[in-house]
């Protein structure tokens, strides 16, 4: 069984820094995509960033390039989302999701393309 679960969640203040973990367990894929994504209050969930296992190709949205980074540690089965320089608006909970099979890393990927989602861990940036 695939378990992701999200962790590092809290509260922050603007321009602050915070780095979210993401722990699977239960992979028996030879390809597939780790995602973050993200839901405000009163808003559809959001794509952020993703990362290819292929290749270690990444994408970001474009509310958070530059400000955030995805990871991989395969020896640990752990992906990160380090984000920098926080923004009240980036205030939403965050899942960690997979989508299995290749992922070129050129494009966003939605939510329906995604197989797996942990629970999520909530970010709150104050102004």
């Known amino acids: 069984e695939v378990q992701l679960v999200e962790s590092g969640g809290g509260l922050v203040q603007a321009g602050g820094s915070l780095r979210l973990s993401c722990a699977a367990s239960?992979?028996?894929?030879?390809?597939?995509?780790i995602g973050w994504f993200r839901q405000a209050p009163g808003k559809e969930r959001e794509g952020v960033s993703y990362?290819?296992?292929?290749?270690?190709?990444?994408y970001y949205a474009d509310s958070v390039k530059g400000r955030f980074t995805i990871s991989s540690d395969n020896a640990k089965k752990t992906r990160y989302l380090q984000m920098n320089s926080l923004k009240p608006e980036d205030t939403a909970v965050y899942y960690c999701?997979?989508?299995?099979?290749?992922?070129?890393?050129?494009?966003?990927?939605?939510?329906?393309?995604?197989?797996?989602w942990g629970k999520g861990t909530l970010v709150t940036v104050s102004s």
């Open positions: 999701a997979v989508a299995t099979g290749y992922y070129s890393g050129s494009y966003p990927l939605r939510s329906s393309d995604m197989d797996y």
């Open positions: 239960g992979f028996t894929f030879d390809d597939y995509a």
């Open positions: 990362i290819s296992s292929s290749d270690g190709s990444t």
